[in-house]
T-cell receptor
Framework: EAQVTQNPRYLITVTGKKLTVTCSQN?????MSWYRQDPGLGLRQIYY???????DKGDVPEGYKVSRKEKRNFPLILESPSPNQTSLYFC???????????????FGPGTRLTVL | AQSVSQHNHHVILSEAASLELGCNYS??????LFWYVQYPGQHLQLLLK??????LVKGIKGFEAEFIKSKFSFNLRKPSVQWSDTAEYFC?????????????FGQGTTLQVKP
């Protein structure tokens, strides 16, 4: 089954304790992205990656890091989490047809993070 | 800055009522348009998309949307809603010439359907 998976699904942590949220897709998509969802703000892009070893900042990258060492994986790293990073996080992947624009993004199930 | 606006933040309907959710975007060039749905506790799923061609697109579960270029709009419609349509709905845009694949989302509309 084609899917995007994320782990963990729920996480409660304390300020300053480094954490990693994993994301993996099995669709061989070049493009992957992380979003955070907050009430009234919709989804905002944190980081994205257009291919292996190619990453760039989205709209709200402060306090986050990413890496893309393999095509299928795109982990999100919070080096020193703070309470304002309490949110619902989604990973997504997509592809681009040759000579065409990007297609729809496929989303993971989400990770609900609480930072105390 | 490019943006997507969803005018209705919270909509309450009775079953069998008709639905129309508004979506406007601010970019003047070629765009690819999407509507996603998020059922309670679940991830986002694609309802429908528009890239080109017939501006009236049909999606899953009886939803449709109409792209009106002159109005920069992509409103979502359903003739008769069901209780199971209770969810949050997001309009999203990718610029057709985008090299970053950036998907710009509206704020979302919460739909509550009363049985």
């Amino acid at each position: 089954e084609a899917q995007v998976t994320q782990n963990p699904r729920y996480l409660i942590t304390v300020t300053g304790k480094k954490l990693t949220v994993t994301c993996s897709q099995n669709m061989n998509h070049e493009y992957m992205s992380w979003y955070r969802q907050d009430p009234g703000l919709g989804l905002r892009q944190i980081y994205y990656s257009m291919n292996v070893e190619v990453t760039d900042k989205g709209d709200v990258p402060e306090g986050y890091k990413v890496s893309r060492k393999e095509k299928r994986n795109f982990p999100l790293i919070l080096e020193s989490p703070s309470p304002n990073q309490t949110s619902l996080y989604f990973c997504a992947s997509s592809f681009r047809s040759p000579g065409s624009s990007y297609n729809e993004q496929f989303f993971g199930p989400g990770t609900r993070l609480t930072v105390l | 800055a490019q943006s997507v606006s969803q005018h209705n933040h919270h909509v309450i309907l009775s079953e069998a009522a008709s639905l129309e959710l508004g979506c406007n975007y601010s970019y003047g060039g070629t765009v690819n348009l999407f509507w996603y749905v998020q059922y309670p506790g679940q991830h986002l799923q694609l309802l429908l998309k528009y890239f080109s061609g017939d501006p009236l697109v049909k999606g899953i579960k009886g939803f449709e949307a109409e792209f009106i270029k002159s109005k920069f709009s992509f409103n979502l419609r359903k003739p008769s809603v069901q209780w199971s349509d209770t969810a949050e709905y997001f309009c999203a845009v990718i610029h057709g010439s985008s090299n970053t694949g950036k998907l710009i989302f509206g704020q979302g509309t919460t739909l509550q359907v009363k049985p």
